[in-house]
C-alpha cells in the first residue's frame, strides 16, 4: 500500500497547480514551448495511445492470460484478466471528471479548446501496456524474456508520452499526471491479484518447495 503514496502525492500537488494557475504552470508551458515540433512521427507515436490500438493489445493478453488460466486449472484463473478489464474500464471513468473539472486549456499546436488535463492518451497507455504485462508476467519462465517485456511497455509508454509532448496535443503536466494516474490503477490491479510491482511474478509448480538461493 506504501507504493499508492508517491503516485497520489504527485498526482494532488500537479493537479492542485493546475487548478490554482501555480507557478509549475509557468514552468510547464515554456518547457512545452522548448518541446513541440509537430512532425508526423510524434503523431504516429502519439497515436499509439489511442483507444483503438492500446485496448486491443490488452484484450488479447487478458484473453491469453484467462486460457492459459482455465487450462492449467488455476483457482479463481478469471481473477486477473477481469481486474485488468476493470482497471482499463477505469481510466474513462476517471479522467472524464477531472477533464472537466480542471478544464484546461490545449497547446498552441492544437485547435483552442479546454479539458486536456489530464492526458488520456498517457493513462490509457500506462494501464493498457502495464496491465497487460502484469498479467504476462507470471507466464513467462525465462528473465530475459520478463525483462524484454517490462522494457517493451516501458518503451511504448515513453512512446506515446514523447509523441504527445512533441506534437503538442499535452503538455508535459498533463502527460506527468498521467502517469501518477495510471500507476495508482496498475498498483491496486497488482496488489488485487496478488503480484506486487518488481517481484518475482514466476509461476511455481503446486507442491513444489522454492529452489534454494543457490540453483537457477
Request: with cysteine.
Amino acid at each position: 500500500m506504501l507504493l499508492l503514496g508517491p503516485p497520489v502525492l504527485l498526482f494532488a500537488l500537479i493537479t492542485w497547480q493546475i487548478v490554482v494557475d501555480g507557478p509549475l504552470v509557468g514552468l510547464d508551458e515554456r518547457l512545452s514551448g522548448a518541446l513541440v515540433h509537430p512532425d508526423r512521427a510524434s503523431e504516429v507515436l502519439a497515436d499509439l495511445g489511442n483507444v483503438e490500438v492500446a485496448v486491443p493489445a490488452l484484450v488479447i493478453a487478458l484473453g491469453y492470460a484467462a486460457w492459459h488460466g482455465r487450462a492449467a486449472g488455476t483457482d479463481r484463473w478469471w481473477l486477473a484478466p477481469s481486474a485488468g478489464g476493470v482497471a482499463m474500464v477505469l481510466v474513462p471513468v476517471l479522467v472524464v471528471p477531472l477533464k472537466a473539472w480542471t478544464d484546461r486549456p490545449g497547446t498552441p499546436a492544437v485547435p483552442p479548446a479546454v479539458g486536456y488535463y489530464p492526458s488520456g492518451h498517457t493513462v490509457t497507455a500506462v494501464v493498457a501496456y502495464g496491465a497487460a504485462a502484469l498479467l504476462l508476467l507470471p507466464l513467462l519462465r525465462s528473465a530475459a524474456v520478463r525483462r524484454a517485456l517490462v522494457l517493451l511497455c516501458a518503451a511504448l509508454v515513453a512512446a506515446v508520452s514523447f509523441g504527445l509532448v512533441r506534437r503538442g496535443y499535452h503538455w508535459p503536466l498533463d502527460v506527468a499526471a498521467g502517469w501518477c494516474l495510471g500507476a495508482v490503477l496498475l498498483i491496486c490491479l497488482s496488489l488485487l491479484v496478488g503480484r506486487p510491482v518488481g517481484g518475482d511474478s514466476r509461476p511455481r509448480s503446486a507442491g513444489v518447495p522454492d529452489a534454494g538461493p543457490g540453483s537457477r
